[in-house]
């Protein structure tokens, strides 16, 4: 089982990014995909999550009205569109999922670096 997120970058304040999480080894379907962030020296954070239909989301209020967070069952893909971004959002982003009900992330990506130069 493995989660593989991509899609980081360089870009400069008020760019756009979009990242991608790329299920294998099982089907993700019935599992809330989330994002987290981790800046140099901070704790990780969550970022968004979205229940495994794609009709519900949450936002860090950080993050509100900037990034959409999405799904694609049929492909075991997620996605995390990320406009005006700030220098505040450089961090190493990663995709997780969870069982619906469950309070724990339990398969997690690796990371895939973010920075936002100003």
């Known amino acids: 089982v493995q989660l593989q997120a991509s899609g980081g970058g360089l870009v400069q304040a008020g760019g756009s990014l979009r990242l991608s999480c790329a299920a294998s080894?099982?089907?993700?379907?019935?599992?809330?995909w989330g994002w987290f962030r981790q800046a140099p020296g901070k704790e990780r954070e969550f970022v968004a999550a979205i229940s495994w239909s794609g009709g519900s989301t949450d936002y860090a209020d950080s993050v509100k009205g900037r990034f959409t967070i999405s799904r694609d069952n049929a492909k075991n893909t997620g996605a995390l569109q990320m406009n005006s971004l700030k220098p505040e959002d450089t961090a190493v982003y990663y995709c997780?999922?969870?069982?619906?009900?469950?309070?724990?992330?339990?398969?997690w990506g690796q990371g895939t670096q973010v920075t936002v130069s100003s």
């Open positions: 997780a999922a969870r069982p619906i009900g469950g309070s724990t992330y339990a398969y």
């Open positions: 080894g099982r089907t993700f379907s019935n599992y809330v």
